[in-house]
C-alpha cells in the first residue's frame, strides 16, 4: 500500500473541484475546513463536539446503528452470514449521542454508529454553519448531496459508492484504504442484498486479512492507498473507488458530499447491472461475447456513433439522451419487463 497523494494551501472557497475528480486518483487536502465550527469544537474535547452537534437536534429521528463490543466497531454481516451483527432503531439525535458520551472513556464500548444521514433534511442549521460553498464548480450545476457520519470506533468495511465523494472529516481521526474500481475480483465482495450500508461490501477483514480464504486480496493491496485524516482535512475521489473507512477515535465525525456529474433524469446503473444478471449471464459464452461488443458500440463507446449515419429524425434513442426520451424510454422498458 501507498499513501494518497497530499496537497497543502488549498482554501475552500477555491477547491478545483473537478481537476481533482479528474486526476483520477484520491488526493487528501490538507487542512481545507479546519476552521469550520465543528472542527474546533472538536478539539476541545469529545463532549464540547456532542454538546454543540446536540444542539442543532431538528426533532427528526435519526437511524442509529449499535453493535456488541465483540464485533470491534466493524458493522458487517454475522458468522454465517445470514443476516446483520448490528441493530438499527431510529432515535432522537440527542439521545443517541449521550449514548455515546456515556461510553466515552469505555476500553470495551458497544458500538454506536449513524451513518451517511442527509444533514440539510435533518440537521439544517448545523449544515449552514458548517459547509463548502455552493458556487464551487460542478456544485454550481450539479448540487451534490450532504452527508453526515457519527459514532465512536467505527469500521464501514470496503465498499464503493456510485458518485464522486470528498469527505470532510471534523472531530477524530479516520483512515481510508482505497482501491481502484479494477481491483473488484479482488476484494471479493458479498452478496448483492442484504448489505450493512446500502452497498455491496468486500468480505475481507482489513485488519486481519485471512489469505487463505481471499488469497488475491494480497494483490488488492498492492494496489491500495491509505489516507490518515485529521480534523479538518478533506479526502477527494473519483466515484466507484472501493474504501474502507476506519473512525479511530472514541467520538468521530464526518460531513461527505456526493455529486456525479450527470443530469438527474439518468437512471442508476445498479438497475442495469441487475437487469444483466437476469438477461445476458447466463447464455452461452459466444452470445455473451457478441452482447458485449454491442455494449461497447451502443454504451461504452463514443455516444454519437452509433447514430451519427442515421438522419436526425430517424435516431430515437440513440440521440442525445434528454428528460423527455428518458422518460419515454424508461416507459418502452417498464411496458418489457411487465410482458
Known amino acids: 500500500m501507498k499513501s494518497a497523494r497530499i496537497i497543502e494551501g488549498l482554501r475552500a472557497d477555491a477547491l478545483p473541484v473537478q481537476a481533482l475528480i479528474d486526476h483520477g486518483e484520491p488526493a487528501i487536502l490538507k487542512g481545507v475546513v479546519k476552521d469550520w465550527p465543528l472542527v474546533q ?186 489516507a490518515e485524516l485529521e480534523p479538518g482535512d478533506l479526502l477527494i475521489y473519483p466515484a466507484m473507488w472501493w474504501h474502507n473507512v476506519e473512525a479511530l477515535d472514541p467520538f468521530n465525525v464526518m460531513i461527505n458530499y456526493w455529486w456525479n456529474a450527470t443530469p438527474r433524469f439518468v437512471d442508476s446503473p445498479m438497475t442495469t447491472l441487475l437487469h444483466a444478471i437476469l438477461s445476458l449471464r447466463d447464455r452461452p459464452e459466444a452470445e455473451k461475447a457478441a452482447w458485449k461488443t454491442l455494449f461497447d458500440y451502443y454504451v461504452f463507446g463514443d455516444g454519437a456513433r452509433a447514430g451519427a449515419h442515421l438522419p436526425e429524425h430517424a435516431r430515437g434513442v440513440l440521440s442525445p439522451l434528454d428528460e423527455t426520451m428518458a422518460r419515454r424510454l424508461r416507459a418502452d422498458l417498464l411496458q418489457r419487463l411487465n410482458r
Open 41 to 226: 469544537r472538536g478539539l476541545q474535547g469529545p463532549r464540547a463536539a456532542i454538546d454543540y452537534l446536540s444542539g442543532f437536534d431538528a426533532g427528526r429521528p435519526v437511524v442509529g446503528y449499535t453493535g456488541a463490543p465483540e464485533i470491534g466497531g466493524r458493522f458487517f454481516y454475522n458468522e454465517d452470514v445470514s443476516g446483520l451483527n448490528f441493530d438499527a432503531k431510529r432515535v432522537p439525535l440527542r439521545d443517541f449521542l449521550q449514548r455515546i458520551a456515556d461510553h466515552l472513556d469505555d476500553p470495551d464500548a458497544p458500538s454506536f454508529y449513524i451513518g451517511s444521514t442527509d444533514l440539510e433534511f435533518f440537521l439544517p442549521e448545523l449544515a449552514s454553519e458548517n459547509r463548502l460553498p455552493a458556487t464551487l464548480a460542478p456544485f454550481d450545476t450539479h448540487p451534490p448531496i450532504a452527508s453526515i457520519w457519527i459514532g465512536n470506533r467505527t469500521i464501514a468495511s470496503t465498499h464503493y459508492d456510485f458518485s464522486n465523494n470528498i469527505a470532510c472529516n471534523l472531530v477524530g481521526h479516520r483512515r481510508f484504504t482505497l482501491f481502484p474500481p479494477d481491483q473488484i475480483a479482488n476484494l471479493h465482495p458479498g452478496p448483492l442484498e442484504p448489505t450493512p450500508g446500502g452497498q455491496v461490501v468486500s468480505m475481507v477483514d482489513l485488519r486481519d486479512p485471512d489469505f487463505e480464504r481471499f488469497p488475491s486480496f494480497r494483490e488488492a493491496l498492492e494496489a491500495a492507498q491509505v
